[in-house]
């Protein structure tokens, strides 16, 4: 039996070598490779970045986000309105030239007697009379000044609502730049949060392949079981995806925090740790007091009850009529038959005043008669419907 056993032991110690020396396999022929996923994180950063601080993100994003642009060219427009309202209360000019040709002759037929019977000439005139005019070009010509003068307290009132508005404006660029402010914050202390955990995973990489290397020397040296290698494969192939995974969220939020800054998102960002905030007893009564007086959304608040207000004014003021001064120059230039300049003997005959059609702005000017039409009177009060 002694024998026996040893003839046992001899043929089977080749077999025993060769799996001892052989280097231990995966099942069901899989083999170990290196993770191509597995990206570490000076690799991310390969385009050379400066490092940028917190602060530095937060000036940025104040200079080129977008939003905070927009509610900056908010308030610009709003200042070009007042401006633009503010010029309605000058005078207005206008100048036409109206060129006109006849088609066609235009007749005037005056039957005998038309004007009365006269003791010594008989009737005026004595036979139908037929007057005729040939076809012609004319041109006339008009100069008008219109000054507005019961729209002045209306434009008034258009004005302050406007720089009422202008305030809100700036309330919401407050308010969008704090928001920012928040934003950037945030995406910066997560991009922080995932490139540091993306250097612990790196660090837990490496122990879980050198622990891989000390199993398969252990089981080479029959220390160990086979089970025992694939546990420690398992858990490094779990570590390398974690830091994939992680890589690719730390991508993710540094395009984020590239679209707060106003840049292009495949601008490389390397951020710096931030010093830890210093604590400081705040008296709870007196930050009540500051958030009520400063918060952007209070402000805001209050001031559109006071353009609310405005809204009413403007819409009572409606009820006044629009008075115009309006002075007016005409002239027929090409015409033989009308006079040339219309001129005012008297000095209140140099103005007309018309009413606006509208009521609540400054309408425009009266309708100018035509060049061949009479103007009756001295003063002409134009009422239009």
């Not at 036409?96 to 235009?106: H, N």
């Not at 004319?138 to 008008?144: K, P, R, Y």
């Not at 009572?316 to 006079?339: C, G, H, M, W």
């Amino acid at each position: 039996m002694i024998v026996l056993a040893l003839l046992c032991v001899l043929l089977a110690a080749p077999a025993w070598g060769q799996e001892v020396g052989s280097r231990p396999s995966w099942p069901l022929g899989l083999t170990q490779r290196e993770p191509q996923g597995a990206i570490s994180v000076s690799d991310s950063d390969a385009p050379s970045a400066d490092v940028l601080t917190l602060e530095e993100a937060v000036a940025l994003a104040l200079k080129q986000n977008r939003h905070v642009k927009n509610a900056a060219l908010d308030v610009e427009k709003v200042g070009d309105q007042i401006a633009s309202t503010k010029t309605l209360r000058l005078p207005q000019f206008q100048v036409s030239v109206t060129p006109a040709y006849s088609l066609i002759p235009i007749d005037v037929t005056f039957p005998a007697g038309a004007f009365g019977n006269s003791s010594t000439t008989g009737p005026i005139p004595p036979t139908d009379t037929t007057l005729r005019t040939n076809p012609q070009y004319s041109t006339a010509a008009t100069i008008g000044v219109s000054q507005p003068v019961s729209q002045l307290y209306k434009l008034g009132l258009a004005i302050d609502q406007l720089g009422v508005a202008q305030d809100l404006s700036r309330q919401d660029l407050r308010a969008q730049r704090q928001g920012t402010v928040n934003q950037v914050k945030r995406a910066y202390y997560a991009v922080l949060q995932s490139q540091s955990t993306a250097e612990a995973l790196q660090e837990h990489v490496a122990s879980s392949r050198d622990l891989v290397r000390v199993v398969t020397d252990q089981l080479a040296q029959r220390a160990a079981l086979r089970a025992d290698l694939l546990q420690a494969q398992a858990a490094l192939a779990k570590a390398e995806y974690a830091v994939t995974a992680t890589q690719r969220d730390l991508a993710s939020r540094k395009e984020q925090l590239n679209h707060l800054l106003g840049r292009a998102p495949d601008t490389p960002v390397q951020v710096s740790a931030v010093p830890p905030a210093i604590t400081s007893q705040t008296d709870l009564k007196l930050a009540q007091e500051v958030a009520l007086r400063q918060r952007p959304e209070l402000t805001r608040a209050g001031l559109g009850v006071t353009h609310a207000d405005y809204d009413l004014r403007i819409k009572k003021a409606e009820f006044i009529p629009d008075v115009n001064l309006v002075f007016q120059y005409r002239s027929a230039i090409t015409s033989d038959v009308l006079p040339k300049h219309r001129v005012r003997r008297r000095p209140d005959q140099l103005g007309r005043v018309g009413l606006g059609q509208e009521a609540g702005r400054p309408g425009p000017a009266p309708a100018h008669p035509g060049p061949g039409e009479e103007r009756r009177g001295g003063d002409d009060v134009a009422g239009h419907p």
